[in-house]
């Protein structure tokens, strides 16, 4: 089978299309013929870090998929052949502590498919049955493949880790990305006040499309003064914060006494300095999220296929162009989600 693969680590010039072996199927999988896989910040992260000494190269990314069931493992009775269906990209045990806890993406062992193992940037991918969903009509492949990862990261974050609650003023940083597109829509479920913040007048556009209240633009002057003038100098409720070290300090700076800063990401750089005196003098929590339990998963997925959260296709490319995919994506200039899809010319 096809799969858009790279043989070490780097940028988008890396990647290539390749034969490979189309996988196996075990008793408790099913095997997925791809129609769609869309890409996240996590895929450069997976091509740039990718340990030469531990990595089999070559080595393909893609952790949200969408397809047809092609083949059924022996002990699979949920699924048959042709089903439509979408993955939870999370790889746990089910035997931990935490996944005993219904914590799955705090597995001793969590990995994510297209890091820890081969991703759906394939024609094949054979998947764990139990993470397995099926899709209604009215989802399209290419959207389908732009919600499991982005969505299930900001549903937990938003609702389960900072419990954000309806009239509480949210900001949301890197607003046009997968998870900030995701999050600005469920933020508007919640019946949040949203200020999003993003870098372009078009982009601007688009983030009140999606619902956003505020949108700041962040190459256009002081936006944290903008943002202290819009909440009357108060601050912020909630922080969703994925930029990492560029805005972290700010960050936390915006947050009204007894706020919330929730982080997940660090698309700009992992170290940054916290001035401890906010944290104690401003009542502040600090709270961590990564990906999503099983039951999260399946309540944002049941909004998305209620139509009551959408997610947002920014661009589709064929398998053959993944690498420009790749580029696009580095480039910054996406409103939502890069998807290669595996019909298109
Ligand atoms: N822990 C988890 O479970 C988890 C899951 C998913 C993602 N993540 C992380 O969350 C982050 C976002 O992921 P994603 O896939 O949504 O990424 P993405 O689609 O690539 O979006 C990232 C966005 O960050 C903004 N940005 C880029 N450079 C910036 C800068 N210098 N200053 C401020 N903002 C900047 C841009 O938005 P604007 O142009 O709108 O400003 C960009 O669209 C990444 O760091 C990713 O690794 C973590
Ligand atoms: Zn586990």
């Keep these: 089978m096809k799969a858009a693969v790279f043989f070490q680590p780097g940028g988008p010039e890396q990647i290539q299309i390749a034969e490979v072996p189309r996988p196996d199927v075990g008793p408790d999988q099913v095997l997925i013929e791809v129609k769609a896989c869309a890409l996240n910040h996590f895929d450069l992260l ?25 083949e059924v493992g022996s002990s699979v009775a949920k699924f048959k052949n042709g089903d439509r269906v979408t ?4 790889l746990y045990c089910g ?7 219904g914590q799955e993406s705090q597995c001793d062992d969590y990995g994510i498919t297209g890091d820890s193992i081969p991703g759906g940037m394939a024609e094949f991918i054979s998947v764990n049955a139990r993470d397995v969903m099926l899709l209604p009509e009215t989802l399209s492949f290419e959207e389908a493949a732009a919600a499991p990862l982005v969505y299930q990261t900001a549903w937990r974050a938003l609702m389960s880790q900072a ?12 607003a046009s990305g997968g ?19 993003t870098s372009s007048t078009e982009k601007e556009a688009y983030a009140r499309q999606m619902g956003a ?34 805005t972290w300090s700010d960050s936390l700076e915006s947050l009204v006494k007894g706020g919330r ?23 502040l929590r600090i709270i961590g999220s990564t990906m999503a339990n099983r039951k999260e998963f399946a309540q944002v997925m ?36 890069v998807v290669i899809s595996m019909e298109a010319e």
Excluded: M
């Design 46 to 70: 997976v091509l740039r870090e990718a340990n030469p000494d531990s990595t089999v190269f070559p080595f393909w990314g893609g952790a949200d998929i969408a397809g047809i069931i092609a």
């Design 87 to 90: 993955v939870n990209p999370s």
């Design 95 to 101: 035997d931990c502590e935490h996944c005993i806890g």
């Design 163 to 174: 419990q954000i609650r309806a009239g509480e003023d949210v900001l949301i940083l890197g």
């Design 179 to 197: 998870v900030g597109s995701a999050s600005i829509q469920i933020a508007k479920l919640a019946g949040a006040n949203v200020i999003a913040v």
């Design 213 to 246: 209240d505020h949108v700041l633009n962040r190459t256009k002057g002081d936006y944290w003064s903008e943002l202290a003038a819009l909440t009357n100098n108060r601050g912020v409720d909630v922080v969703v914060e994925n930029t990492g070290a560029a």
């Design 261 to 283: 800063l929730v982080t997940y990401g660090r698309t700009t750089g992992s170290i940054a300095e916290t001035d401890i005196r906010l944290i104690f003098w401003h009542h």
């Design 302 to 337: 049941r909004l998305i296929f209620k139509g009551k959260l959408k997610p947002v296709v920014d661009s589709v490319y064929p398998l053959q162009q993944a690498g420009r995919a790749y580029q696009h994506l580095l480039n910054g200039e996406h409103f939502g989600k």
